[in-house]
Structures are given as C-alpha cells and as structure tokens.
C-alpha cells in the first residue's frame, strides 16, 4: 500500500474529461513537487507531467496536472480510447529520502 | 537515438544470483541518473534506487537497501541491478530509467524492462 493513494480505477468516455487524484501528506505531496507517469499494457511507462503541471514536448495538452496542499490531480480532457492505460503519481517522501509512487489508476475507455 | 536498452529475460531459481544491464545510448551517459524501478505482477511501480554514474552516487530506497546491489560501468554506458541470491518474491519485471533532466528523480526515458522470474 503506497503512501500516495490513488483510486484504483476511473473511467469515461471517449471526449469525456477525467480527473485522477493523489493524495499524500505533509511528507511527500504537501511539501515536494508532483510528477504523473502514463503506464501503456505491454510497453515502458511515459511521463506526462513534471513540477506538478508542467508538460514535456510531445505530450498532448489535453494532460493538465495541478497540486493543492497535499493532494495532486491529473486531467485528462478529450478522453481517446488510446489513453487507456495505468497512471502513476511520483513525489519525494521524507520517510524514505527517496522518491515513491502512488498506488496507480487504471482508465478504461468506455 | 536516445535510448535505454535491457538485458534480455530471465529465468532463474531460487538462491541464484542475477545481474540484469541497461545500456544507454545518444546521449552522455555520465551525467544523468540511472534508476531502477519494479513492477511485481499484477502491482504498481517500485522505486528501487539511483546511481549517478559520474561518480557512482548510489542511493537506494529503504525497503530495497542490502537486498539488490545497483552499480555502474561508465566505460560502456551500462549499469546493473543485481542480486547474490534470489527469492521467489524477486519476480518481476525490472525497468531501468534516466532521471536528471528535469531533476533527478524525475524519469524522462525508460527501458524497455526485463522480466525477471524466480521459480523452482
């Protein structure tokens, strides 16, 4: 069980928006930046938002994240059946000196 | 091309040793952070640990601390995860990952993973 929590599953629509939270403490979430992964079956994970919103070149901007006291979220707008996948929250823990994951959220496309 | 290319799957037993690669590529090697992270089946992602290979900094996250060893080659761009004696718990797919671009545990480029199966 992480430290960071996140639901195990979402889901919605093709167009839809969702939102993926992760939740923390003072720690981790609360006092450190937020970094969300994209996590494809059968390939290597993919970053998809740094610094808690900030976006590498080549990822689509309907991947917004954003970071309020000790909770993240990743938004996802224009939901696409490709985006079907695992997404992880990562941030630096106290506790462990080291950066963690979240337990992951799995998105099904409807 | 910038990449990371793992050593290929493995089969072992239990008590056997293992030391699996990451090779990197197109870019310098030397000063970004390699990590190593676990995906058990069925689970999350797992911080392993982190070498810098300019100095070989090595820092590994607690629960992982005397259970693998994490080092580096930089004559070849390669670093490795190993193990002295392998349980069945260790299987797992294993990917290693560069940070320091943005900071360093900030993963910007993954292998492609190795899978790692421990079974008697």
């Known amino acids: 069980q992480s430290v960071l929590t996140q639901p195990p599953s979402a889901s919605g629509t093709p167009g839809q928006r969702v939102t993926i939270s992760c939740s923390g403490s003072?720690?981790?979430?609360?006092?450190?930046?937020v970094d969300w992964y994209q996590h494809l079956p059968g390939t290597a994970p993919k970053l998809l938002i740094y610094?808690?919103?900030q976006r590498p070149s080549g990822v689509p901007d309907r991947f917004s994240g954003s970071k309020s006291g000790t909770s993240a979220s990743l938004a996802i707008s224009g939901l696409q059946s490709e985006d079907e996948a695992d997404y992880y929250c990562?941030?630096?823990?106290?506790?462990?000196?080291?950066?963690?994951f979240g337990g992951g959220t799995k998105l099904t496309v409807l | 091309e910038v990449q990371l290319v793992q050593s290929g799957e493995e089969v072992k037993k239990p008590g056997e040793s293992l030391k699996i690669s990451c090779k990197g590529s197109?870019?310098?090697?030397?000063?970004?952070?390699i990590a190593w992270v676990r995906q058990m089946p069925g689970k999350g992602l797992e911080w392993m640990g982190i070498?810098?290979?300019?100095?070989?900094?090595?820092r590994y996250t607690p629960s992982f601390q005397g259970r693998v060893t994490i080092s580096v080659d930089k004559s070849i761009a390669t670093a490795y995860l190993q193990w002295s004696s392998l349980k069945a718990s260790d299987t797992a797919m294993y990917y290693c990952?560069?940070?320091?671009?943005?900071?360093?545990?900030?993963?910007?480029?993954w292998g492609q993973g190795t899978r790692v199966t421990v079974s008697s």
């Open positions: 990562a941030a630096w823990d106290d506790r462990v000196n080291g950066p963690i």
């Open positions: 070498i810098y290979p300019a100095e070989s900094d090595t």
């Open positions: 003072s720690s981790n979430v609360g006092g450190y930046t």
């Open positions: 610094t808690n919103n």
């Open positions: 197109g870019y310098s090697f030397t000063t970004y952070w």
């Open positions: 990952a560069r940070g320091g671009t943005y900071s360093y545990s900030v993963i910007d480029m």
